[in-house]
């Protein structure tokens, strides 16, 4: 009996051909991945003695999950199951129109690995959509206009995510002793701000490839909006990568390079990856929060002192992504801003 082919969002038929393949040394090696159920769960409802100043319960929660795992999750954070649910749909939805525009942008990622015949680009098991947002300004005109209500469903989601990241940046900075709005101040008035999603096809054979490689977000901070029921992203802990299981009606949070900077090294930008199953197709949305090209980023002054010397140096943003695009993933960016202890 013939087998249902392996098939990208728009029923394209997909094989596992060598371009996917990448070589041994680089491969995921997932039965080293054991179950793992350390993930932090924050109820952001759970405001007991929380005057909305200084550390708390929940404050303190949020910053242990920082120093420890840079990640985690968020139940009863406010924004309606029904919208989350409604923008996916639409999402999914897109992938098979294909409505782009000169803003809206598909793509799909590759990794630089080296092979016998020399340096190759193997492609990631992945399709990636990718477009801006805006919480206050009205940015629909930047959309597709297919799937119909794809603008407006999405206009309606970033807004409540926006104000989302506000309140996250505001305990955020709380777990550092800093005023509420201090990490929203150093990020800038202007953030960029832009969405990724990814679709991850069933994939005949996991081992052999990935979904997205191994990385740290380069930018601030993420919000994660995972498909239940499907697992794939992972993060490495001590040395060992764990799974990050969907959590129902939950977000999943996830620190950036700036975060780490900005903190001195107390608060950690997560390294992570996305891999593959063999049965069912796997689909996240993640909006990101990150410093325009002109904004200056560097330890906060306050995190400073004698016992505490700053890690790195400033520099801007536009600096930093240029250092990205040089060293073409050969070493962690922030390792070339850091300063001598």
């Not at 200084?54 to 009863?76: D, M, T």
């Not at 996916?88 to 590759?110: E, F, G, I, M, P």
């Not at 050969?330 to 070339?336: D, F, L, N, Y």
Request: proline share 9%; charged share 25%.
């Amino acid at each position: 009996m013939e087998m249902t082919p392996f098939q990208l969002a728009n029923n394209t038929p997909l094989s596992l051909s060598p371009n996917f393949v990448l070589p041994v040394n680089k491969r995921p090696n997932l039965l080293n991945v054991l179950p793992s159920a350390s993930i932090p769960i924050i109820d952001l409802n759970d405001n007991n003695i929380d005057d909305g100043q200084g550390p708390s319960p929940l404050v303190s929660k949020i910053s242990q999950a920082c120093e420890e795992y840079g990640l985690f999750h968020i139940i009863n954070h406010g924004v309606p199951k029904e919208l989350c649910q409604k923008t996916l749909s639409v999402v999914r939805a897109q992938y098979v129109t294909k409505d782009h525009t000169k803003q809206a942008k598909a793509l799909n990622y590759y990794q630089k690995v080296q092979k016998y015949e020399g340096i190759e680009k193997v492609k990631m098991w992945s399709e990636t959509f990718s477009h801006p947002w805006h919480h206050t300004e009205d940015f629909t005109h930047l959309l597709p206009t297919n799937p119909p209500q794809y603008r407006e469903v999405f206009a309606e989601y970033a807004r409540k995510i926006g104000e989302l990241f506000d309140r996250l940046l505001s305990l955020i900075s709380r777990g550092l002793g800093l005023e509420n709005d201090c990490l929203k101040r150093r990020i800038g008035e202007r953030p960029r701000l832009n969405c990724q999603a990814n679709y991850y096809p069933p994939c005949p054979d996991p081992e052999l490839t990935i979904g997205l490689p191994e990385h740290n977000d380069l930018g601030s901070i993420a919000v994660l909006l995972q498909v239940e029921g499907v697992t794939g992203l992972q993060v490495i802990k001590d040395g060992k990568w764990l799974p990050v299981d969907p959590v129902p009606n939950a977000f999943v949070i996830n620190l950036a390079d700036q975060i780490q900077v900005l903190s001195n090294g107390k608060f950690q930008s997560v390294r992570h990856r996305a891999v593959t199953n063999k049965l069912l197709p796997r689909l996240s949305l993640g909006m990101f929060y990150n410093p325009n090209y002109d904004t200056v980023i560097g330890p906060i002054e306050d995190l400073i002192d004698e016992e505490h010397p700053p890690k790195y140096r400033k520099y801007s943003f536009k600096e930093y992504m240029e250092v990205f695009y040089r060293q073409e993933g050969k070493r962690r960016v922030i390792e070339a801003f850091e300063l001598p202890p």
